[in-house]
């Protein structure tokens, strides 16, 4: 019976290496670079739903648009990493900005549905996970 040994080259274990020992590192910065792609997209489409289609005139303040935000990348429960795109929680007036978010995204009566987040999710995606891909290729060769 023929053997055949294959050894893998030095240098590449010890990158192999080093990359495991900055994982925690590396994977914070890959999902926010993801993230900050999905939180574009949602803050242009909120842009085009706010004050369209409607019965009176807008009386947008901007709050909404400014509430909304990208969290840093943490670790939940169960291992894994999360960035999370959303909105900074009450306006001055003392009203959540997710309730207003969430009228606006599903309607209510006599008020209809302009869905911004949903439609932001799936246009998005692709071009999101190219930037991550990216992200990591530019970690991985830094190191």
Do not use: W
Not at 128 to 140: D, G, I, R
Request: hydrophobic share 40%.
């Amino acid at each position: 019976m023929a053997r055949a040994t294959i050894v893998m080259p030095e240098d590449f274990l010890m990158r192999l290496s080093t990359l495991e020992k900055q994982t925690d590192t590396i994977i914070p910065r890959v999902l926010e670079a993801g993230g900050q792609v999905v939180l574009a997209r949602v803050r242009s489409n909120l842009q085009a739903v706010i004050g369209k289609k409607t019965k009176f005139r807008s009386r947008s303040t901007g709050h909404l648009v400014s509430a909304l935000g990208l969290s840093g990348a943490r670790l939940d429960r169960e291992g894994n990493y999360n960035v999370k795109v959303g909105f900074s929680e009450h306006r001055p007036d003392g009203i959540a900005n997710a309730k207003i978010a969430n009228v606006l995204e599903y309607g209510k009566h006599g008020q209809p549905a302009k869905p911004f987040l949903k439609p932001a999710k799936s246009q998005a995606k692709d071009t999101a996970v190219a930037a991550m891909v990216a992200k990591l290729e530019e970690e991985v060769a830094a190191i």
